[in-house]
T-cell receptor, first 114, second 114 residues
Framework: DAKTTQPPSMDCAEGRAANLPCNHS???????VYWYRQIHSQGPQYIIH???NNETNEMASLIITEDRKSSTLILPHATLRDTAVYYC???????????????FGKGTHLIIQP | DAGVIQSPRHEVTEMGQEVTLRCKPI?????LFWYRQTMMRGLELLIY????????DSGMPEDRFSAKMPNASFSTLKIQPSEPRDSAVYFC????????????FGPGTRLTVL
C-alpha cells in the first residue's frame, strides 16, 4: 500500500468547514483513498473512499487531485462531535482485489473549537 | 443490527495469566479482523479471517498469541502467557466481501497486564 502523509494536528472552529489534507504521492493506479476516523475511546469509523472522482456522502466530501497525489477530506459544518483522529489510507480495493487489512498511519488529530 | 460486539470491554490480569478476548461480527459479514492499538505503535493489524479461515496472520507478534474462528459468528484472540507489553486496546472488525467494503469496528477491549 502507498504511504500517506498527514499533518499531526489541526484546529477548526465549530460550524466552519474542516479541510484535512493527505499526501499520497506514490499512489498506484489501482489504489483507492480511504478515510476513517477514531473518536476518543471508540473504534475507527469509516467515512468515505474514492478512486479518482470527487465523492460526497452524508458525512463528508472527498476531493482528489487530478494527478491523484493528494486529497482533501472536507467536513462541511464541523461540530464538537467531529473532534477525532482522522486517518487517510491508500490501498487496493478490498473487494477481493488484494490484501484486506488496513494499514493505519498516525493520522491527523482534528480539534473542533467551540 | 447491534454492530460488532466485543467482550470483555476491560480486562486486568497479572503477568503469566491466560487472556481470551471475544468477538461477534456483524451477521452476514464474511471477513473478520483483529487489530491492536498502543501509544507507541498505533493501530496494527494482527490477523484476519475470510469465511472462518485465517488468511494472514503475519501481524501476530509471537507464538503467545493465537486466534480462532470456530464459526461465522464468533472469534477469539488468546494470549498465553500474557506479558505487560501486551497491554493495549484490541479491536475486532468485520466486513462483507461484496457491496459496501468498509470495515466496521467494535468498541475494543482494553487489556492491562500487571
Amino acid at each position: 500500500d502507498a504511504k500517506t502523509t498527514q499533518p499531526p494536528s489541526m484546529d477548526c472552529a465549530e460550524g466552519r468547514a474542516a479541510n484535512l489534507p493527505c499526501n499520497h504521492s506514490t499512489i498506484s493506479g489501482n489504489e483507492y483513498v480511504y478515510w476513517y476516523r477514531q473518536i476518543h475511546s471508540q473504534g475507527p469509523q469509516y467515512i468515505i473512499h474514492g478512486l479518482k472522482n470527487n465523492e460526497t456522502n452524508e458525512m463528508a466530501s472527498l476531493i482528489i487531485t487530478e494527478d491523484r497525489k493528494s486529497s482533501t477530506l472536507i467536513l462541511p459544518h464541523a461540530t464538537l462531535r467531529d473532534t477525532a483522529v482522522y486517518y487517510c489510507i491508500v490501498r487496493v480495493d478490498g473487494s477481493g482485489g488484494g490484501a484486506d487489512g488496513l494499514t493505519f498511519g498516525k493520522g491527523t488529530h482534528l480539534i473542533i473549537q467551540p | 443490527d447491534a454492530g460488532v460486539i466485543q467482550s470483555p470491554r476491560h480486562e486486568v490480569t497479572e503477568m503469566g495469566q491466560e487472556v481470551t478476548l471475544r468477538c461477534k461480527p456483524i451477521s452476514g459479514h464474511d471477513y473478520l479482523f483483529w487489530y491492536r492499538q498502543t501509544m507507541m505503535r498505533g493501530l496494527e493489524l494482527l490477523i484476519y479471517f475470510n469465511n472462518n479461515v485465517p488468511i494472514d496472520d503475519s501481524g501476530m507478534p509471537e507464538d503467545r498469541f493465537s486466534a480462532k474462528m470456530p464459526n461465522a459468528s464468533f472469534s477469539t484472540l488468546k494470549i498465553q502467557p500474557s506479558e505487560p507489553r501486551d497491554s493495549a486496546v484490541y479491536f475486532c472488525a468485520s466486513r462483507l466481501s461484496s457491496g459496501r467494503i468498509e470495515q466496521f469496528f467494535g468498541p475494543g477491549t482494553r487489556l492491562t497486564v500487571l
